[in-house]
């Protein structure tokens, strides 16, 4: 859809049936709903300003993207809106050239904005492209926002920053920065002030300018724009995010200024949909819901394994002072809040800061605390030599507890939890298990508050897939559990939530099996392997992990270590390939995962 030449009048007709589309297929589907309504003028903006054919648009998480994706020729497709083999839920090139990055994970937008900069001066294209950038305040207080903006304000490559400021992360936001942004002067009044005084001096000389600059910037001196102009970058605003009238005209003003420059608009999340608007964290992320009443339309009848760790770690918190925790902007998701409202000087959300979170707990671990360091797998990604260089040199007793540790659904390619094993299980120092149910969990968790070195443990988004083996016995360290044996050739070798799908796979079988939870990937159960080798030759491994230096890895090199050479070992872990978005049932059944596939693959 071309909106060049469009009206503001027209375009705000066009933003009205963006929401109404958006609500309707997000109601149907689920996904980001109060992020994306709550940025559609700034999109629209963006659209009738810059062009994103050759312009580097670059929106930091991208779940607020929506709106872009459905004037960029997608609005048919928009009905597939991370369903299996539909459209991504976050900007994907491989989907539009419109999209300029994959994105997902947080804070990412400016370095890319710097880059494409550099390459843009380098190509001498400066004068026909420039990167637009658009980052949520919730996003800005990730650190690597902070190394784009140092360069940016040195080398002043031209781009423009429009900061969504909602006033939310996905939580209420915390922080510094959060208060910056929102400071006295960033109100209405100082808005209002500044445009009766520009309009007055305009009837005066170049003198009354000078003398009205010079006490704006005094001014500056209390509102969100010291810290960027001190840094070297423009800033205009706070304005009005929803108004696409002066929001076209600052837009073209900051685009002309051929140099960076941060257009601060203030918005409010969910606009449009009253039910979602303000500082309703639930509004973020959504399944399926009624329109008309706001009611999910799915109620899950299981318990989650978020609610399990939430439950375990309220029992031990209790009883144990020294238990502390954080989560990096994810109270809900992890299962924190809970935690932080009851020991609000023990458990702290410390934004989206992950490398911070890891580094902060190794310290409370050195003065003797019980860190339980909560976040997502695939955000860990982003502090792993934090976790290397300050927890595990160190060999502090921090827990990081992996949620959503395997396929996520949805979210796909950027958010799958499947990389945590191969990247922690290098480690010195580290030892990593998993529960396979509720009562294993409590166990872990018992296990964990007790362990005196760095550990990570890993549960999957949702409930644990059934077992209805020998009930879960204490964890000790290194050793895994045996829950069926037979006078078979075949062993399966469940870890986490794989020892379900083993147990799926079994019945399907029409052969009887062992079967092993193996608990510990690091120690470990040499043992217990060593006697599992002596009656089974074929092996098979069942993790929501990647192969390259996963479970099936750990056992491999297990065998290389005792020439062990007469068993036959296959793992279903997850290929060396990005896992795509969707339900998860399909996704898997794409991957060829479901037991009455795995069956199939059972000599
Ligand atoms: C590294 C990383 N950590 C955590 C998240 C989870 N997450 C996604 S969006 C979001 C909040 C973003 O807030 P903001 O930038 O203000 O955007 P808004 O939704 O308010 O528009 C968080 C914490 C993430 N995507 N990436
Ligand atoms: O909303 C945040 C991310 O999309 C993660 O979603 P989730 O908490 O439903 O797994
Ligand atoms: C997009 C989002 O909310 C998340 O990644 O958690
Ligand atoms: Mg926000």
């Not at 997502?376 to 502090?396: A, E, K, P």
């Amino acid at each position: 859809m071309n909106i060049k030449s469009k009206t503001v009048q027209e375009l705000e007709v066009i933003c009205a049936d963006i929401r109404e589309e958006i609500l309707r297929v997000v109601s149907k589907n689920g996904g980001h709903l109060s992020s994306t309504l709550g940025a559609t003028e700034l999109i629209v903006a963006m659209h009738k300003v810059f062009d994103s054919g050759s312009d580097p648009f670059i929106f930091d998480v991208s779940h607020q993207a929506y709106a872009h994706k459905l004037l960029t020729d997608r609005w048919e497709e928009f009905d597939t809106l991370r369903q299996f083999d539909g459209m991504c839920g976050y900007t994907k090139p491989s989907e539009s050239e419109h999209d300029y990055f994959v994105a997902g994970h947080s804070s990412t937008s400016i370095s890319l904005g710097v880059g494409a900069a550099k390459a843009i001066a380098l190509k001498n294209e400066q004068d026909s492209r420039i990167p637009v950038v658009m980052i949520g305040d919730g996003s800005m207080t990730a650190g690597m926002v902070y190394e784009a903006l140092n360069e940016l304000g040195d080398r002043k490559y031209p781009m423009v920053i429009i900061l969504n400021d909602n006033e939310m992360s996905i939580a209420k936001p915390i922080g510094a920065i959060s208060r910056m942004l929102s400071s006295a002067m960033a109100g209405s009044f100082y808005q209002k002030f500044k445009h009766h005084t520009e309009n007055f001096v305009d009837n005066f000389g170049e003198g009354a300018h000078y003398i009205a600059k010079k006490m704006e910037e005094s001014l500056k001196l209390i509102t969100p724009g010291i810290m960027f102009e001190e840094m070297g970058i423009d800033y205009i605003g706070p304005i009005d995010g929803h108004n696409l009238e002066s929001l076209i005209d600052i837009l073209q003003k900051a685009k002309k200024l051929g140099k960076p420059v941060i257009v601060h608009a203030q918005t409010i999340k969910g606009k449009g949909y009253q039910i979602a608007e303000g500082q309703e964290e639930k509004w973020h992320g959504v399944g399926p819901f009624d329109l008309d009443s706001g009611d999910s339309s799915k109620k899950s009848s299981s318990k989650s394994a978020t609610q399990i760790y939430t439950e375990a770690l309220l029992h031990l918190a209790k009883n144990n002072e020294k238990i502390v925790g954080a989560t990096a902007a994810m109270p809900s998701g992890t299962g924190l809040t809970q935690l932080i409202d009851a020991y609000p000087d023990r458990f702290w959300d410390v934004a989206i800061a992950e490398q911070h979170a890891v580094t902060s707990m190794s310290a409370l671990a050195k003065e003797g605390f019980k860190p339980f360091c909560t976040i997502y797998s695939t955000f860990l990604q982003r502090g792993v030599d934090q976790v290397i260089h300050d927890t595990c040199l160190m060999d502090l007793p921090v827990v990081f507890a992996l949620d959503r540790a395997g396929i996520v659904g949805e979210d796909g390619e950027t958010h799958q939890g499947v990389f945590d094993i191969s990247f922690l299980r290098a480690i010195p120092n580290m030892t990593l298990f998993a529960p396979r149910d509720e009562k294993s969990f409590h166990q872990a968790m018992a296990f964990a508050a007790e362990y005196e070195h760095p550990c990570s443990l890993r549960y999957p988004r949702g409930s644990f897939k059934e077992c209805n083996l020998a009930e879960s016995s204490p964890f000790e360290l290194g050793k895994s559990q045996l829950l069926k044996t037979a006078n078979s050739d075949t062993l399966f070798i469940g870890y986490g939530n794989g020892v379900g799908r083993a147990y799926e796979t079994s019945l399907l079988l029409d052969k009887e099996v062992t079967i092993l939870d193996l608990r510990f990937v690091k120690p470990l159960d040499e043992e217990m392997l060593f006697d599992m080798a002596k009656k089974h030759t074929k092996w098979y491994v069942f993790s929501d992990s990647s192969k390259m230096g996963g479970v099936g890895s750990a056992i491999l090199e297990f065998f290389a270590r005792n020439k062990i050479t007469n068993i036959n070992l296959t793992s279903f872990e997850y290929e060396d390939e990005f896992i795509t978005h969707g339900n998860t049932l399909k996704v898997e059944e794409s991957l060829g995962l479901l037991p009455s596939q795995l069956v199939q693959k059972i000599d």
